[in-house]
């Protein structure tokens, strides 16, 4: 007679079917199992899809074989010893080990979505869409393109290898309005100005006004409107994030910055779709800019 069968049947000692095939063996599958999975899959999607299938399995099979078994063992030995205390003991012991079983199962799928979710918001060194460097003076850094996820950082050690520089040339279409507020702060705390010679909008405006002073070439342009939930990462978040909130902090980001009222309550009557690109005069008058600059000055 297998294994599988005589356990099943309740023909092992209480002893062996308890510890070994019931406690034993469970630790085997649900810690070394989940291991072995995390080792031989390195993308967290197929991580996630393997252990609920792995745990499912055990779950729908495994663990009813040992259950079964180990209440037909229990069964066999009240009628040969009649102790309903340990009859008893047994039950309530399964019951806390089912208990701890799903509390851990829980706990491995909340682990590796946190996981999968936070490797989905680093940013893909191939696929970041700014470029970062220096000019020949090195005292001056030039960022393009969008601002993505980790441009601060990436921002924050270049500054901290070049503790001379004076400024940072930004040119930008926008991108995520918590990274435009933490180049803000960091060129606030190191006291950089910032010049624009082509176009700062959007998420780089927000950037653009942690300068000491802010410059803005004779073809550059500022742009300012509402904002969105954009990103494919933040959509299925949309709910927890209040717009207006967000606004609000950068509207008190400008007051910091000594920009007039009237124009801070201008920045967000353009919706998403639309972009309000003040003219030099009035960015001059609201303190938004220091001066007109040339690319060559």
């Known amino acids: 007679m297998s294994f599988i069968h005589k356990h099943w049947q309740g023909q092992y000692s209480l002893s062996f079917s308890f510890w070994v095939i019931f406690i034993l063996l469970s630790l085997v599958v649900h810690t070394v199992g989940p291991f072995c999975i995390q080792q031989i899959f390195s993308n967290h999607s197929t991580q996630l899809h393997a252990l609920f299938f792995y745990q499912v399995t055990g779950g729908l099979v495994i663990l009813p074989w040992q259950i079964t078994g180990v209440l037909r063992s229990t069964d066999h030995y009240f009628k040969n010893y009649g102790r309903p205390i340990l009859l008893n003991l047994v039950q309530t012991t ?36 700014y470029s970062i460097q220096w000019i020949e003076d090195k005292k001056h850094l030039v960022l393009n393109g969008t601002l993505d996820f980790g441009v601060t950082s990436a921002v924050r050690s270049f500054l901290l ?11 930008s279409k926008g991108g995520n309005i918590y990274e435009g507020r933490g180049l803000a702060a960091i060129f606030t705390q190191y006291k950089l100005d910032t ?19 802010r410059y803005l070439g004779k073809d550059g342009k500022l742009g300012f409107h509402q904002y969105a939930v954009e990103s494919k990462n933040l959509q299925n978040f949309q709910n927890f994030y209040n717009i207006e909130d967000e606004q609000e902090k950068d509207r008190k980001l400008y007051r910091s910055r000594n920009i007039t009222e009237h124009f801070i309550q201008q920045i967000f009557k353009f919706p ?12 001059l008058q609201a303190g938004v800019i220091s001066a007109d600059v040339s690319q060559n000055k």
């Open 195 to 213: 010049y624009s010679f082509r176009y700062c909008l959007s998420a780089c405006a927000i950037a653009f006004i942690g300068g000491e002073k």
């Open 272 to 283: 998403n779709n639309n972009i309000w690109i003040p003219k030099r005069k009035a960015l």
């Open 94 to 129: 399964i019951v806390i080990v089912l208990i701890i079983i799903i509390i851990h199962f829980i706990g491995q799928i909340q682990s590796l979505m946190i996981e999968k979710n936070r490797q989905d918001f680093q940013p893909d060194a191939k696929s970041k869409q």
């Open 161 to 171: 290898t070049h503790p001379n520089a004076k400024g940072v040339i930004i040119e």
